[in-house]
């Protein structure tokens, strides 16, 4: 058994751990149940939960879930069209966020495969102070897609 001032209590029976925790106006609380003998301790068992959920809210507010932006295109895409989607795309990668930009091909475009892989190395070559290729140009079915991630400062 621990005290309230971590202290060592050594191995009292349950009956006289709970009159001491009485005694302090504190909770019992089962440390280390799997423990031989079971491990408790006195404390104030509602700061003590306060005080865990404090520490899971920090933890949570520190990490970014990073999530994966997608972009569509078209092979014939005009210069305006082309910076907006462009603007959109390096907000992302500033946010953080991994881009995925889906250039889709429709009916007879498909013989324009060599137009639509320009497009898309051109967004990567637009990007570059800012993304790094995760994953370089590649199709699926009528879809030609090139994942960029954010750059990491060092």
């Known amino acids: 058994m621990i005290g309230p001032e971590a202290e060592q209590l050594g191995v ?4 006289r751990a ?4 009485e005694e302090y106006g504190l909770d019992l609380v ?4 799997t423990a031989n003998p079971p491990v408790c301790r006195i404390m104030d068992f509602s700061k003590y939960k306060y005080d865990q959920e404090k520490k899971e809210r920090r933890v949570k507010k520190n990490q970014k879930i990073s999530a994966l932006k997608q972009i569509r295109v078209k092979p014939h895409i005009d210069e305006h069209d082309y910076q907006t989607k462009l603007k959109q795309t390096i907000g992302f990668l500033n946010k953080k966020d991994k881009v995925k930009v889906n250039l889709f ?6 013989s324009f495969r060599d137009k639509g892989k320009i497009v898309l190395e051109r967004f990567v070559t637009d990007t570059a102070e800012v993304a790094s290729v995760e994953k370089d140009v590649y199709m699926e079915g009528r879809v030609m897609s090139v994942v960029l991630s954010p750059k990491v400062e060092k």
């Open 12 to 15: 009292v029976t349950v009956q």
């Open 18 to 21: 709970l009159e001491l925790a």
């Open 30 to 33: 089962e440390v280390a149940p």
């Open 105 to 110: 091909f429709q009916g007879r475009e498909m």
